[in-house]
């Protein structure tokens, strides 16, 4: 790497490739090329769609913390007896 004639190959913190170059652009380019897609079939969808992924996705949500709490219950975590 050479900036304008002035060299500093023989400087070891001073990297021989420019940083750009070991990125995995393609990985990038895929990445968000498929977060763009997705949510243009987002925007795309109509008003009561998006209210029933909404709904399913937060009644997941639901249930999951329904499990973990149940799972806490049963187990000695939680200490028994009036406080």
């Known amino acids: 790497m050479s900036l304008r004639g002035c060299s500093h190959e023989h400087e070891p913190a ?3 490739e ?3 170059k070991e990125v995995n652009w393609t990985r990038i380019a895929t990445a ?3 977060k763009l897609k ?3 079939q987002y925007h ?3 008003y009561l769609d998006k209210r ?3 709904n399913k996705a937060f009644g ?3 249930k999951c913390g329904e499990e973990a709490y ?3 219950k049963h187990s000695a975590a939680l200490p028994r007896g009036p406080f």
């Open 70 to 72: 149940e799972g806490l």
């Open 60 to 62: 997941r949500f639901i």
């Open 38 to 40: 997705k949510e243009s």
């Open 14 to 16: 001073v990297p021989s």
């Open 52 to 54: 029933r992924k909404e």
């Open 32 to 34: 968000t090329y498929l």
């Open 44 to 46: 795309d969808m109509s």
């Open 18 to 20: 420019p940083p750009w």
